[in-house]
């Protein structure tokens, strides 16, 4: 199999949940972390952040589906990233008002974060990056860590102007989605030997971060809760399914060539779009 690195154009377009409780996820999403609804289904409701045409999440109903074990492998958190730290600061605010719980905060050196969980115990990230060239590298590594937040210096971004909360504005995009995974090994040959992203860091315990053009990290992955364990069944609560798009048909054509080089079975949906499986059995789809 040739081996290629996916581009720096490269991102998580969609992210797809399950859930038994469709109107209350929607509500929660809407009202607290400011998505803004574009279209609805029978079983389906999109949302995006600042009224894009194409959905960045899709929350799915099926009241029979099996609950997640949150000790398995599947979705840690997805992480919203909001263009500036104004903008987080604004999000702050907001999620202080609503008296939703917050989970915490951490300065990661390469941008800061607030965590949270929808009504169904997905995980939730909303950060801010700080400046690419101010990011630490060792040797090609970026250097992260998990410190505490000035969190009365971040809601002093706003103390000049009043800025009423709207949602979550337009440029925000789904900057990286942290999953746990049964092997870090077995994560590191799919994601970067077969998919083509770039091993960022890898000396956190327990956890690899990875990306494609040297962003700090596009995939999380982690054995922190999941060390080991058999996925759950199919169609379980949680995370169904996420959305990789890449620049061009080349990378495309190239990508879906390279994994069946591999082994790996890929389906084609149409001209822009295949699937494929990874180690825990989760969807992935290829956008091109």
């Known amino acids: 199999m040739s081996h290629f690195t996916l581009p720096a154009a490269t991102a998580i377009q969609q992210v797809t949940l399950r859930t038994r409780r469709l109107a209350e996820l929607k509500i929660f999403y809407q009202t607290v972390l400011g998505l803004q609804e574009i279209a609805r289904t029978a079983n389906q409701v999109h949302l995006a952040a600042g ?67 929808d009504p169904d115990g997905n995980g939730i990230e909303v950060y801010a990056d700080r400046p690419r060239n101010t990011w630490p590298m060792v ?41 746990q995974v049964s092997s870090l090994a077995a994560a590191k040959q799919f994601y970067s030997g077969q998919l083509g992203f770039n091993v960022m860091q890898q000396n956190y315990p327990g956890a690899l971060f990875i990306s494609a053009g040297g962003y700090h990290h596009h995939l999380g992955l982690n054995t922190w809760h999941s060390l080991s364990t058999a996925p759950g069944p199919q169609g379980q609560t949680g995370l169904a399914n996420f959305t990789i798009r890449v620049p061009d048909h080349e990378i495309f054509n190239q990508l879906k060539t390279n994994l069946k080089a591999a082994g790996l079975a890929t389906e084609t949906l149409n001209h822009d779009l295949f699937a494929v499986q990874d180690p825990n059995n989760l969807q992935i789809f290829i956008q091109a």
């Open 51 to 117: 009224e894009p045409t194409s959905a960045q999440l899709i929350l799915e109903e099926d009241k029979a589906a099996p609950l997640f074990n949150r000790r398995q492998p599947g979705l840690y958190h997805v992480a919203w990233l909001v263009p500036n730290r104004q903008e987080l600061a604004l999000a702050l605010r907001h999620l202080i008002q609503t008296k939703w719980p917050l989970q915490g905060f951490g300065d990661h050196l390469v941008s800061e974060a607030i965590y949270l969980s």
């Open 139 to 179: 040797n090609g590594q970026v250097q992260m860590d998990t410190l505490a937040v000035d969190v009365p210096n971040l809601l002093a971004e706003l103390q000049n102007a009043y800025v009423a909360w709207s949602g979550l504005p337009a440029g925000t995009v789904i900057g990286h989605i942290h999953l």
